[in-house]
């Protein structure tokens, strides 16, 4: 067997409904992979979905954690991959979607990080609509999160060097992401190609807190940019900056 090209993690809480299709996304890639699943103590159907790829995955334990991006930080530093990245158990890879991402960076030693295209893929409806994604542009991220997070990938490199996700973050540890990588390393590198698919359902942290999700993602703007476009005022929820007014 060739040696791992890519670390994977895929974090999970009670998503046995979903956890198939994401770990059956990454073993169909053709780039090598270390597969790393961390569960929070699930007590529905995840602990007999992972047995049932027992000879694909590295490692995996389940047990109750410190939350996501802890979750994603021990499972990253399980692996010995020159990339990185992680998939939440709700979402999945498009084929060939992860050797796409690995090729480019392969290609593009400039690049810490590189992301793709993907689709929100709506499960009320089984419609799928492409993510509002652009080439990488400081006054653009700012503006919103240009990055789909499943369809990143990361050198281990730079992961090590800025140390991870923040673990005190609980919705926007990505978006803290992409900004700690660029004001350090430079650009990500854009891919203009699908590679990966997020999940939309009643139950996903964006929708079910979508206050705590626009207060951490204006933190970050403020913290990096150095003000908060207008954008973010007028376009998020009246209640939710009405509320934090008086918080």
């Not at 590295?58 to 994603?72: F, H, L, M, N």
């Not at 979607?97 to 290609?107: E, I, P, S, T, V």
């Not at 926007?172 to 350090?184: A, G, P, Q, T």
Request: net charge neutral.
């Amino acid at each position: 067997m060739n040696d791992p090209f890519v670390t994977i993690v895929v974090p999970s809480f009670n998503q046995g409904n979903y956890l198939n299709t994401s770990l059956k996304s990454v073993i169909e890639q053709r780039v090598p992979t270390e597969l790393f699943v961390m569960d929070g103590g699930s007590s529905d159907c995840s602990l007999t979905v992972i047995q049932n790829y027992n000879n694909f995955i590295s490692e995996w334990r389940s047990y109750p954690d410190e939350g996501q991006a802890a979750a994603i930080n021990e499972g990253v530093a399980m692996g010995n991959a020159p990339y990185v990245c992680w998939l939440n158990s709700d979402d999945w890879f498009l084929p060939n979607g992860l050797d796409k991402l690995a090729n480019f960076l392969d290609a593009n030693p400039q690049y810490p990080a590189v992301y793709g295209r993907s689709y929100n893929y709506f499960e009320k409806s089984g419609m799928f609509k492409p993510v509002w994604i652009e080439p990488f542009s400081e006054q653009r991220l700012a503006v919103r999160c240009i990055i789909s997070q499943p369809a990143t990938l990361i050198r281990r490199s730079v992961w090590e060097a800025i140390g991870g996700v923040d673990t005190s973050l609980h919705m926007s540890m990505d978006y803290d992401l992409w900004w700690r990588i660029y004001k350090r390393f430079g650009p990500l590198g854009f891919l203009d190609d699908y590679v990966a698919v997020n999940r939309e359902h009643d139950h996903t942290k964006t929708r079910l807190n979508r206050r705590l999700h626009y207060k951490e993602s204006m933190a970050i703007v403020r913290k990096y940019y150095g003000s908060t476009p207008l954008k973010w005022w007028l376009f998020q929820p009246y209640s939710v900056w009405y509320k934090s007014l008086f918080k």
